[in-house]
């Protein structure tokens, strides 16, 4: 069997189009929108890859339907399971029902209350473990031991990191061509796929990766040229928690450009601004990107820039604005 680090490197563009060719019954297309306020306020011409406007609430269902829908019959018999902090859960939850086959998550009981209520209701069976990669894992053995599942990564797992490549694919033909694209950065399923996408049909474009600074490893990690894990850092982007896995990180520091930073008040802000002017639901995970353009203005300015909003599974009485 290959190891991790090439399955990384066998991946192609025609891996990423058979993915869009499998899930394209399953997901929508999402628009692209703008704001005439966020353009003059930064400079630039923002281009928002609304992927809150999944079925699923969240890209992560591209990843997930590329995985279960890439299953023999025999491969799906046995359902599904995963960890997750709550999109992509919910994600394989919604993909599992498309086809009909059990799906069993391991989530910390830290997760928002509304990620929890989507796997259900899509027929996920929740597990709950600590807020921590070492505990989501442990009892995520448990749990597929158990089941004999098909283990679908969150995104250190090349189905998942071709069906999210699927994004900026969209993004590509929806806009007339763009200087950067940014995306925020977890566990870098999305920036995986943004990578494998466009360094194969616009390589000019920059790829920027946007953090939390209360929960920096990506950033540290290509700062320092190898992969620097946290266990449970603490920040309201509760999706972006995690951290880098062998293929993720391949595609990191191949293609990556540069990865920026936002505090958790920048993060709140932004998401604020988001909501009133462009005038979609967005959760903190995916404000970091505008966080991040605000804070850089000079990297941005006069560019052309796509930016992924990543989902829109908001606990609403729970917002960060309103618990602070």
Known sequence: MLDAMTLAEALT?????????RIKPHI??????????????????????????QEAGAF???????????????????????????NHALSLSYAAGRRG????????????QAKKDAVRRYGGIITECEPSTTSREAVFAEVQAR???????????????????????EMLEQTDGLDIVVAPIGGGGMISGTCLTLSNLSPETKIIAAEPEQADDAYRSFKAGRIIADDAPETIADGLKVPLKENTWY????????????????????????WKHLRIVMEPSCAVPLAVI?????????????????????????LPWLAR
């Open 28 to 53: 929508n297309r999402t628009p692209i929108l703008q704001s005439q306020y966020l353009n003059e306020l930064t400079g630039a011409q923002l281009f928002f890859k609304c992927e809150n406007f």
């Open 294 to 318: 605000l804070k850089n203005p000079e990297t941005y300015r006069g560019k052309r820039v796509g930016v992924v909003v990543t989902g829109g599974n908001v606990d609403l009485d729970k």
């Open 147 to 169: 089941t004999g599942g098909e283990f679908v990564h969150p995104y250190n797992d090349p189905r998942v990191i071709c069906g999210q490549a699927t994004c900026s694919a």
């Open 13 to 21: 563009i025609d891996d990423m189009r058979a993915a869009h060719a």
């Open 251 to 274: 595609f990191v520091r191949n293609y990556v450009n540069d990865i920026q930073t936002a505090s958790e008040q920048e993060i709140i802000d932004a998401m604020k601004i988001t």
């Open 101 to 112: 086959i059990p799906c069993n998550v391991v989530m910390p009981r830290t997760a928002p």
């Open 60 to 86: 992560k269902v591209r990843g997930a339907c590329n995985a279960v829908f890439g299953l023999t019959d025999e491969a799906a018999q046995r359902g599904v399971c995963t960890h997750s902090s709550g």
